[in-house]
Each structure stands twice: as structure tokens, then as C-alpha cells.
């Protein structure tokens, strides 16, 4: 479905929209799910940003719209690195790569929304999947224990591990299960990867 410009760079606020040409056709329903950088200014590039989660109701007088009007609801994703941004913002330094702050590097899950059944999670390069309510967006958990992962792709320090996954994990239905990769940068023999999953349905 095209997206117009003015709704992917609007800023991340709950709104509704309106039909005011044509007509909605027919069947169409459900939602979409998008997800996007916060652009709060504090590092050059948006995909080092901490991340938010946007759903577009597809069926008018929804998710609290009036009747006629489409809901657009806007989360900030609320992990704990963003939790301590919030409470420490200080202490967290931008730069070209992302933000440094005492802590460690902070997963900002801002790339892809990926729906498995009844669940929903927001990916990122740099970090762990994040699972998300998918009725009200609200954080529920990052996706793994940071044993089960291997440990930090570099060792960068601070309580928040640095890992380079993918942001595009499948889901596998048959076993239930999420895969994905996680990146360690080695120097001997060569980049190193490793293929992760689990059956319980709790990691990616």
C-alpha cells in the first residue's frame, strides 16, 4: 500500500486520518504496522535512533477514531536502554555510529515489524529482536537471554550487550521458533557468524 511522504516523516504523535476523495473500497481491513527511527537529533542518522512503533487502522471509526476516520497510533518502543535514555539522557552520547553512554550501546529496535501469530516484534542490526504487545505497542521484552546469545559481538563494555543481529529474523511455525544471525568480528580465519534459534518460541 503506498504511504504518503507527509505520514512517514510526521512526527510520532497519535492522530486521525480522513478520506476526502473516492471511496474506501470494499474488504479492505485489518492493520498495518510500521516502524521508524524517533529523530530525536541526537545522532546524524536515523538508524542509530531509538525506535517507535506506528499502527494504521484499516477500518474507520477504529482504535478510537471517530466515525468516518482512520486511527493512527504512535509507541515509543520503551526497552530498557530507552528507559535509562529517558531517566540519563545525559550520560548518552551521539555520534556517527550510534549513541556511547556508561551503560553499554543501547538497543534501539527500530527497523521492521515482524508479526508471528498473535505476537509482534521490532528488529534492529544492532541488538536483540524486541517483543511488543501488538494490541497497545507497549514493550514486553527483548527477545532472548544474552547468555543464550553468546555474549556482546565486541566487547564494548557496561550492562547493555552489543549485538549485531539481523533485522530481518524468519519465523518457523513448524518448530515454532524464530532464526536469525548474530555478526562477531573476528580477525582469524575470517568475519564470523552464527546461526541462532530456539523451539520454545522465546528467541530469535
Not at 11 to 38: C, K, N, R, T, Y
Not at 106 to 111: D, F, G, I, L, R
Not at 120 to 148: C, I, K, M, N, Q
Request: with cysteine.
Amino acid at each position: 500500500m503506498p504511504t504518503p511522504r507527509s505520514v512517514a516523516g510526521a512526527a510520532h504523535q497519535d492522530f486521525q486520518l480522513e478520506l476526502v476523495d473516492g471511496v474506501w473500497p470494499e474488504g479492505i481491513a485489518g492493520e498495518i504496522m510500521f516502524s521508524s527511527p524517533q529523530m530525536t537529533g541526537r545522532v546524524p542518522y536515523g538508524i542509530f535512533d531509538f525506535g517507535a512503533m506506528c499502527n494504521l487502522s484499516l477500518t474507520a471509526g477504529t482504535r478510537g477514531a471517530s466515525p468516518g476516520h482512520f486511527s493512527w497510533r504512535a509507541r515509543s518502543i520503551q526497552s530498557p536502554a530507552k528507559r535509562l535514555f529517558d531517566a540519563q539522557p545525559d550520560l548518552f552520547i551521539g555520534g556517527p555510529t550510534g549513541y556511547g553512554s556508561p551503560y553499554g550501546s543501547p538497543n534501539c529496535a527500530n527497523t521492521a515489524p515482524l508479526p508471528w501469530g498473535d505476537r509482534l516484534y521490532a528488529t534492529w542490526d544492532a541488538g536483540r529482536p524486541v517483543e511488543l504487545h501488538p494490541d497497545t505497542l507497549e514493550f514486553v521484552s527483548e527477545v532472548g537471554h544474552v547468555d543464550s546469545w553468546g555474549g556482546s559481538s565486541l566487547p564494548m563494555g557496561g550492562v547493555l550487550p552489543f549485538l549485531l543481529s539481523s533485522a530481518h529474523p524468519v519465523a518457523d511455525p513448524e518448530r515454532h521458533c524464530l532464526w536469525t544471525v548474530k555478526l562477531e568480528l573476528v580477525t582469524e580465519p575470517s568475519v564470523g557468524r552464527h546461526l541462532l534459534g530456539r523451539d520454545d518460541g522465546q528467541f530469535a
